[in-house]
């Protein structure tokens, strides 16, 4: 089986479980606080190699505990880290995260070593995309090392998936580098320059990244479901009706989960399915990596789905 290559981002995530989010200039008292492995490309790895498909990941994190931490996490997963370096000149990335009592999130990140990702990260992704399926991208690395590593997987015949988070313009010439593109709503919004809230906007964005370039774009929109856009279909896949505990990842494990179907060959409407599923299970679990599914739990899920949640129908 082909693998999938993620090109991307660890952090340690500190987060603080508090009822609402504090106003500018308010002091809250939380619930509880813990540190968990994040970041969102060792996050689409860890959802990835939970669901068995061969996983590596190229990085970097500091020389210090946290490092060394989030690297015996991923290993644990099952995630090949050898194309993970280890920066002596700087600290590791983190994740400043609030949970709030819905499970929604906020979070601020410092990219540390993720941030010091360069041409010396993509010679080791070199060596791997040979027998990668897809690569998956996001863009808590610097953009430049992004639009290369597209660059080098487009050359060898190998499908890029990018994850455009956190939002930022993208350059024009990425985007028909991409086989597909992964943005949630704010994500779209920042890309297209309109609101995007319900089923029409987010095909209408949809059609703008395609136009672009993109083979498809697929707009997350959470509890309405996600939508995706060909240069010649449309298809809505509704979100699953689950108890929501945590956000965090969410869109993590759909992207991981989407990169496991797409290397298998699975059709895109099947392929998406199999990815909300993943999301919807990730929201039920507390944390970032933690929440991340097996293949069987997958696939009990689907044998047996929840309801789902109709409003982008
Ligand atoms: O997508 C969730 C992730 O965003 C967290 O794990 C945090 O590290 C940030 O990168």
Redesign the pocket.
């Known amino acids: 089986m082909k693998s999938v290559v993620v090109f991307g981002?660890l952090?340690?995530?500190l987060v603080t479980r508090c009822d609402r989010f504090p106003q500018p200039g308010e002091t809250l008292v939380g619930r509880d606080f813990t540190t968990?492995?994040?970041?969102?490309g060792?996050?689409q790895a860890v959802a990835a190699a939970r669901l068995g498909v061969p996983t590596d990941l190229i990085g970097r994190v500091g020389q210090d505990d946290m490092g060394r931490s989030l690297l015996a996490n991923l290993q644990q997963a099952g995630v090949g880290c050898q194309g993970v370096a280890v920066d002596r000149d700087s600290s590791s990335?983190?994740?400043a995260?609030a949970v709030d009592g819905r499970g929604e999130?906020q979070?601020v990140?410092v990219p540390g070593a993720n941030g010091r990702v360069d041409t010396t990260d993509l010679q080791r992704l070199a060596t791997y995309l040979p027998q990668a399926g897809v690569l998956l991208l996001?863009l808590?690395v610097p953009l430049p090392a992004v639009v290369s590593a597209a660059q080098m997987a487009r050359d060898l015949g190998v499908r890029v998936m990018l994850d455009p988070?956190?939002a930022q313009a993208l350059p024009a010439d990425l985007l028909p580098l991409l086989h597909c593109i992964t943005p949630n709503q704010v994500e779209a919004e920042q890309l297209v320059g309109f609101p995007v809230g319900d089923r029409a906007s987010a095909q209408r964005a949809g059609e703008v990244l395609v136009e672009r370039g993109v083979a498809i774009a697929i707009v997350k929109l959470g509890r309405q479901g996600a939508i995706a856009v060909t240069t010649d279909q449309v298809w809505v896949q509704p979100a699953f009706s689950v108890p929501v505990v945590d956000t965090?990842?969410?869109?993590?494990a759909f992207n991981g989960g989407l990169a496991t179907a797409m290397v298998q060959g699975l059709p895109l409407p099947e392929a998406l399915r199999w990815a909300t599923a993943i999301a919807a299970l990730s929201v039920a679990q507390p944390g970032?990596?933690p929440s991340m599914p097996t293949r069987s739990t997958v696939e009990a899920f689907l044998a047996d789905p929840p309801p789902t949640i109709q409003s982008l129908a």
């Open positions: 981002s952090n340690m995530d968990v492995p994040g970041g969102k060792a996050n990335g983190v994740a995260i999130n979070i990140i996001q808590e988070a956190p965090v990842a969410a869109g993590d970032a990596q």
